[in-house]
T-cell receptor, first 118, second 113 residues
Framework: AQSVAQPEDQVNVAEGNPLTVKCTYSVSGNPYLFWYVQYPNRGLQFLLKYITGDNLVKGSYGFEAEFNKSQTSFHLKKPSALVSDSALYFC????????????????FGTGTKLQVIP | DTGVSQNPRHKITKRGQNVTFRCDPISEHNRLYWYRQTLGQGPEFLTYFQNEAQLEKSRLLSDRFSAERPKGSFSTLEIQRTEQGDSAMYLCVSKRDSNYGYTFGSGTRLTVV
């Protein structure tokens, strides 16, 4: 079964500094990886995904993520953090289970709270 | 594209009562998933529909839980004899075959008192 680990419950970073939110995954077959963000009392919003191709994926709001197959990691990054980036971030991997691998359900990590300090 | 709609947004119920939630996915999305999210945790998979067929159920989905998608359009999730441990946000997600994007509803927040 696939799984996702987010080793940090919380990440604190000063505004204007680069940020990294860590994610490692375990999956059989090719990984389909996602990052989502959740603001208080809001639904999950898609940030970016890795399906294939370039290891550096660019997404919404200036975020990017680096896929590293050898380290089975998919860390989320941003060059310069904003206070408005403070939120809960979830890494996720798509499951290729089911008949012919067709169910495509997503398994989420436990989330990392990002706090950007003014 | 009007998004995934979930009703109600909030539900407060007494322990032991039955509750039903509704999800209206994006019309051309044939895949529909239910997730449960407790405070500070990631969403946990509950069940999956492809059109009207329920193809997978998590072990989290006890026999008090039932989900339907009768015509392959909207879906309902019913919890019978609610317990305090059922208090959570219930999320509906839909997806179309031809792309990789998942669309989340805003969720139904259930509080069992």
């Amino acid at each position: 079964a696939q799984s996702v680990a987010q080793p940090e419950d919380q990440v604190n970073v000063a505004e204007g500094n680069p940020l990294t939110v860590k994610c490692t995954y375990s999956v059989s077959g090719n990984p389909y990886l996602f990052w989502y963000v959740q603001y208080p009392n809001r639904g999950l919003q898609f940030l970016l995904k890795y399906i294939t191709g370039d290891n550096l994926v660019k997404g919404s709001y200036g975020f990017e993520a680096e896929f590293n197959k050898s380290q089975t990691s998919f860390h989320l990054k941003k060059p310069s953090a904003l206070v408005s980036d403070s939120a809960l971030y979830f890494c996720a991997v798509r499951d290729e289970g089911g008949l012919g691998g067709g169910y495509q359900k997503v398994t989420f990590g436990t989330g990392t709270k990002l706090q950007v300090i003014p | 594209d009007t998004g995934v709609s979930q009703n109600p947004r909030h539900k407060i119920t007494k322990r032991g009562q039955n509750v039903t939630f509704r999800c209206d996915p994006i019309s051309e999305h044939n895949r529909l998933y239910w997730y449960r999210q407790t405070l500070g945790q990631g969403p946990e998979f509950l069940t999956y529909f492809q059109n009207e067929a329920q193809l997978e159920k998590s072990r989290l989905l006890s026999d008090r839980f039932s989900a339907e998608r009768p015509k392959g359009s909207f879906s309902t999730l019913e919890i019978q004899r609610t317990e305090q441990g059922d208090s959570a946000m219930y999320l509906c997600v839909s997806k179309r075959d031809s792309n990789y994007g998942y669309t989340f509803g805003s969720g139904t927040r259930l509080t069992v008192v």
